[in-house]
């Protein structure tokens, strides 16, 4: 079973930032894509945003000039940075990893992000 484990969230008054991490038990030298998603009780998982395994990066225009996702494949991790954070941003945030057909793909625990006006 291959684990996802995301750190990072907390609290935070609006204008801030965090880092959310997600470290992988398996290598993502060459995942397909990962992504970071987000939920709200009662809403639908949303995609926040994701990066293929060219490097290649969507974002939701939520997060568009705010996120940045990247990854760090000697470190196994995906990372994203987000600033100017709003309260509309409080979610659980999942990360996400699709290693294709073969392995299979994975949903983190999840990770408490909550932004205080």
């Known amino acids: 079973q291959v684990q996802l484990m995301e750190s990072g969230g907390g609290s935070v008054q609006a204008g801030g930032s965090l880092r959310l991490s997600c470290t992988t038990s398996l290598s993502i030298f060459s995942i397909n894509a990962m992504g970071w998603y987000r939920q709200v009780p009662g809403n639908q998982r949303e995609l926040v945003a994701r990066i293929s395994s060219e490097g290649t990066t969507n974002y939701a225009d939520s997060a568009k000039g705010r996120f940045t996702i990247s990854r760090d494949n000697a470190k196994n991790t995906l990372y994203l940075q987000m600033n100017s954070l709003k309260p509309e941003d409080t979610a659980v945030y999942y990360c996400?990893?699709?290693?294709?057909?073969?392995?299979?793909?994975?949903w983190g625990q999840g990770t408490q992000v909550t932004v205080s006006s």
């Open positions: 996400y990893g699709n290693w294709g057909i073969s392995r299979g793909a994975y």
